[in-house]
């Protein structure tokens, strides 16, 4: 996937596209700003860290029930059967990466509709990793 119109003009995108609607789907991919009140484990309860959210749910009215976080290095000291909840992502499936990462497969987050928008919108996940993450 290639750059998107908000990537190209940055700063300089027009207020009524940054308005404009965006279809939030299973496995787009967004980059938040997330921490220990989204259930995120830091070190400083105030610190927030940047974080690449899948999408991979909606209830029945249509709100994001859950999404799972990419991080850049498979967890350390966790219990084996714990490890085998973790899927590698390759950046050659997946351009929006910067390097092969890691799904965390044992803890679901929530997000509202709000911060997910075209601006945070980064890429969607490859077909076949999406399948054996949601499976």
Not at 26 to 37: A, C, H, P, T
Not at 67 to 92: F, R, T
Not at 98 to 109: G, L, Q
Request: aromatic letters at 10%.
């Amino acid at each position: 996937m290639g750059a998107s119109i908000a990537d190209l003009l940055g700063e300089n995108l027009p207020e009524e596209l940054k308005k404009r609607s965006h279809s939030i789907e299973i496995g787009n991919v967004y980059e938040i700003i997330l921490g220990k009140k989204d259930g995120l484990t830091v070190a400083h309860e105030d610190k927030m860290l940047p974080k690449y959210f899948i999408v991979i749910g909606f209830d029945s009215e249509g709100n994001i029930y859950g999404g799972l976080l990419i991080s850049s290095d498979q967890p350390k000291n966790v219990p084996h059967a714990l490890l085998m909840y973790q899927y590698s992502v390759k950046v050659e499936n997946n351009t929006f990466l910067k390097w092969d990462s890691w799904v965390n497969c044992t803890k679901i987050y929530n997000s509202s509709q709000d911060k997910l928008t075209i601006n945070n919108f980064i890429g969607c996940l490859d077909k076949e990793s999406l399948y054996y993450i949601i499976s």
